[in-house]
């Protein structure tokens, strides 16, 4: 351990929480990954990786502790009987190994279940539907139901002891948990002795809580979760309510952790909120409770950190997604590895594993997900097991990763970037949208990490060709010269070029993000690509006084921001910029000065009228020196990385980096007959696959 900056210490002190001790503040708060069930040693692995990155108590996603309550088909976890056992010791002894405290989340999803799979009626407060579109309701909860939901929930706490966790949950938060919605009026409109008063309405967390103290009887600390503001004003929880909650159940569990809103407003994307947004709804309210508090907000500054202890906010720094784009990040706070940090840039991409039932991944952290799988690990990599040297062009996302992890393997590496001064590609370019300024941390730590690399020569304003690549001696040559956004208008919907006319001024985002406006007033902007860049350019036109109309053939605007919950948001902050949002439309003829759209269900045509088309459609990588090298005999072996092979979101291009990196002198990579990474479900059932 090298000199503790002393200002940062109090983050390291030990906080008792009933009969265990944390070994620092750091708290990682329950998060599910896409994993769960499905892949128990996956989940198992990439908890183990941050508690040996110093956090001190590593918890699991919500883990539904009764078969009715399905949340199929997403992957979170089970403890539904001793068959999920050996998943839940997995990841305990992974998380024990390296000598942090493992926490279980125990849920009932009630109503947020639509147990497709079980196909029972979901037990919920009242007579309900479900949450989001399907087609079915949950029945109101009999004051037997209410007694089995207790039963299930001991049986949950007492399995999890076996399993080995130190800490268990009781989880009344994120609206997604039958205990806030009994707590809550926005959902509880029962007459009986659970609904009415907030002490009726309260009960059942009373009780659930007072069983799961008498059963573990001080063995391990009890942990309640909760939503501490709906953010629905007096038609749900909101201050008032909570104090005087506090004031009933205070001393109950061992710690609390408070979160506010639902999951979309607690895990807010960088693009709508600032590091500790939660502070004003959770300061004030550790005052009305003896007990440890835990709090999130996206923390990745020791200093923010330090202030919400010094100030009395929280006692225990809780993360999910800095801790995911991180797993060292404790332990390079106590060593002041200030410039190792990989911070969190709020994307979302992380939550958008789980919402897509894929293992989880991130932005800044292409390892994660990969730990067991593939072996990757985020501060460690095999060194080098030759003396090639190896030339990356491009210094966007996907050439700045390749080129650190080769630099951290050993390799000699050159870095070739045509731009004369800036690096980052992309993300240098993206990062000036409206919202999106965090992103830039994609650079900022690749730099930090190049800057050290004595290995890796960075070469400004050189624009490489085949004849250039050859006249060096590089064994090897990562090809990661990005993408063009397409001026033609294929994309999704439309997979041959569209009638443009000429005389209609057309511009894609690159020209937009290298600072060119539409010189007329009236723009259209076509997004058929979906994500983020549609809705982030309509923004920044109508923040530059362009009256901007948003056509796209999906029934929403940035339609595949559902997934990193950011969509409603979107849609509202366009809304309030005065951006027209025409849905479900695909785009016909662009005319000198208007352009023609027909609904993607009837075929009615619309016409709107236009100065200039912004097109968001699809990309094309910039093959142009792949296809070159490709056709030259001998040589260096060549391949195309990140947006220059497929173009896709910035932490695709990062894993992609990564991938190279790991593979380039694995001498089975070229192999592509088999699968590079396990698989455990086929592990379970060939002695052929079931090495570990
Ligand atoms: C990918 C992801 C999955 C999450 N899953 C859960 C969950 O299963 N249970 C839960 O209580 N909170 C869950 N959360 C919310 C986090 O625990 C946390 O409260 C929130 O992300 C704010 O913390 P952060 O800013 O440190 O990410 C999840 C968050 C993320 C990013
Ligand atoms: S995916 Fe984005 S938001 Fe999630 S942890 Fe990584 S950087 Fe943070």
């Known amino acids: 351990m090298t000199a503790r900056d002393t200002r940062y210490?109090?983050?390291?002190?030990?906080?008792?929480?009933?009969?265990?001790?944390?070994?620092?503040?750091?708290?990682?708060?329950?998060?599910?990954?896409?994993?769960?069930?499905?892949?128990?040693?996956?989940?198992?692995?990439?908890?183990?990786?941050?508690?040996?990155?110093?956090?001190?108590?590593?918890?699991?996603?919500?883990?539904?502790?009764?078969?009715?309550?399905?949340?199929?088909?997403?992957?979170?976890?089970?403890?539904?009987?001793?068959?999920?056992?050996?998943?839940?010791?997995?990841?305990?002894?992974?998380?024990?190994?390296?000598?942090?405290?493992?926490?279980?989340?125990?849920?009932?999803?009630?109503?947020?279940?639509?147990?497709?799979?079980?196909?029972?009626?979901?037990?919920?407060?009242?007579?309900?539907?479900?949450?989001?579109?399907h087609p079915v309701q949950?029945?109101?909860?009999?004051?037997?139901?209410?007694?089995?939901?207790?039963?299930?929930?001991?049986?949950?706490?007492?399995?999890?002891?076996?399993?080995g966790y130190d800490l268990v949950y009781v989880y009344a938060g994120h609206s997604l948990a039958t205990l806030q919605t009994f707590l809550s009026r926005r959902f509880n409109t029962r007459s009986d002795a659970y609904g009415g008063s907030l002490e009726n309405r309260a009960r059942l967390l009373r009780e659930v809580l007072e069983d799961t103290l008498e059963l573990t009887a001080g063995r391990v600390a009890v942990a309640c979760r909760i939503c501490v503001d709906e953010r629905v004003g007096l038609g749900g929880l909101e201050r008032g309510e909570i104090e005087e909650l506090l004031g009933m159940l205070g001393e109950l569990p061992d710690v609390w952790d408070f979160m506010v809103g639902?999951?979309?407003?607690?895990?807010?994307?960088?693009?709508?909120?600032?590091?500790?947004?939660?502070?004003?709804?959770?300061?004030?309210?550790?005052?009305?409770?003896?007990?440890?508090?835990?709090?999130?907000?996206?923390?990745?500054?020791?200093?923010?950190?330090?202030?919400?202890?010094?100030?009395?906010?929280?006692?225990?720094?809780?993360?999910?997604?800095?801790?995911?784009?991180?797993?060292?990040?404790?332990?390079?706070?106590?060593?002041?590895?200030?410039e190792d940090i990989r911070e969190c840039i709020g994307c979302n991409i992380c939550v958008a594993s789980d919402w897509t039932v894929s293992s989880l991944r991130c932005t800044q952290n292409p390892t994660v997900g990969e730990e067991w799988r593939r072996g990757w690990h985020p501060e460690r990599i095999r060194p080098k097991a030759s003396d090639a040297k190896v030339l990356v062009v491009g210094a966007g996302p996907a050439g700045l990763e390749a080129a650190v992890s080769l630099g951290q393997r050993g390799f000699e590496v050159v870095l070739a970037e045509a731009a004369p001064r800036e690096l980052g590609g992309r993300v240098a370019l993206e990062s000036r949208l409206p919202g999106l300024g965090a992103w830039i941390r994609v650079l900022d730590y690749r730099l930090a990490q190049l800057r050290r690399l004595r290995n890796v020569e960075i070469a400004r304003g050189s624009v490489?060709?085949?004849?250039?690549?050859?006249?060096?001696?590089?064994?090897?040559?990562?090809?990661?010269?990005?993408?063009?956004?397409?001026?033609?208008?294929?994309?999704?919907?439309?997979?041959?070029?569209?009638?443009?006319?000429?005389?209609?001024?057309?511009?894609?985002?690159?020209?937009?993000?290298?600072?060119?406006?539409?010189?007329?007033?009236?723009?259209?902007?076509?997004?058929?690509?979906?994500?983020?860049m549609g809705g982030a350019l309509a923004e920044l036109l109508a923040s530059a006084g362009k009256r901007v109309a948003l056509v796209t053939p999906e029934p929403l605007v940035s339609a595949w921001t559902v997934n990193t919950m950011e969509q409603r948001r979107i849609h509202a902050r366009l809304e309030a910029v005065g951006v027209t949002i025409t849905p479900s439309n695909v785009l016909t003829i662009a005319a000198a000065d208007h352009v023609r759209f027909a609904s993607v269900f009837s075929g009615r045509e619309t016409t709107v009228p236009a100065d200039a088309l912004v097109l968001v459609t699809a990309r094309l990588p910039a093959a142009d020196l792949m296809t070159e090298l490709e056709r030259t005999d001998g040589g260096p072996r060549v391949q195309a990385i990140g947006d220059a092979l497929a173009p896709g979101t910035i932490a695709q291009a990062v894993w992609d980096g990564h991938r190279y990196a790991e593979e380039v002198d694995d001498p089975a990579a070229?192999?592509?007959?088999?699968?590079?990474?396990?698989?455990?479900?086929?592990a379970l059932a060939s002695p052929l696959t079931a090495t570990g």
Not at 138 to 153: C, F, T
Not at 300 to 314: C, E, K, P, Q, Y
Not at 479 to 502: Q, Y
Request: charged share 25%; aromatic share 8%; with cysteine.
């Open 9 to 133: 210490e109090v983050l390291f002190e030990p906080v008792r929480m009933g009969p265990v001790i944390a070994r620092n503040r750091f708290f990682q708060v329950p998060h599910c990954n896409g994993m769960g069930h499905l892949r128990p040693a996956a989940l198992a692995e990439m908890r183990g990786v941050k508690a040996e990155g110093g956090w001190a108590v590593v918890c699991t996603e919500e883990v539904a502790f009764h078969w009715s309550n399905d949340l199929a088909p997403f992957a979170e976890g089970k403890l539904l009987d001793d068959h999920d056992l050996p998943a839940h010791q997995l990841m305990v002894e992974r998380v024990h190994a390296h000598g942090a405290l493992a926490g279980c989340e125990l849920v009932h999803s009630g109503r947020t279940a639509a147990n497709l799979e079980v196909r029972e009626a979901p037990l919920g407060v009242a007579a309900l539907p479900v949450e989001g579109t």
């Open 138 to 163: 949950a029945r109101a909860m009999s004051a037997r139901d209410i007694a089995d939901l207790r039963r299930w929930h001991r049986q949950g706490v007492e399995r999890a002891m076996r399993a």
């Open 262 to 338: 639902d999951w979309d407003y607690d895990s807010l994307s960088s693009r709508f909120g600032e590091e500790g947004w939660q502070e004003p709804y959770v300061r004030g309210l550790k005052a009305l409770t003896s007990k440890p508090v835990v709090g999130v907000g996206r923390f990745t500054s020791a200093d923010t950190m330090v202030r919400m202890i010094r100030d009395g906010v929280l006692d225990l720094i809780g993360s999910a997604r800095p801790s995911i784009a991180d797993p060292f990040l404790p332990n390079k706070i106590r060593d002041g590895r200030w």
């Open 464 to 532: 490489v060709d085949a004849a250039e690549v050859l006249r060096y001696d590089f064994d090897h040559v990562a090809v990661a010269t990005g993408a063009h956004w397409r001026d033609d208008g294929v994309g999704r919907a439309a997979l041959h070029p569209l009638p443009i006319e000429p005389a209609l001024e057309v511009l894609t985002p690159d020209e937009l993000l290298r600072g060119r406006l539409p010189a007329g007033e009236r723009v259209v902007l076509y997004d058929d690509d979906h994500y983020y």
């Open 670 to 682: 070229p192999n592509r007959d088999l699968a590079p990474f396990r698989r455990e479900v086929v």
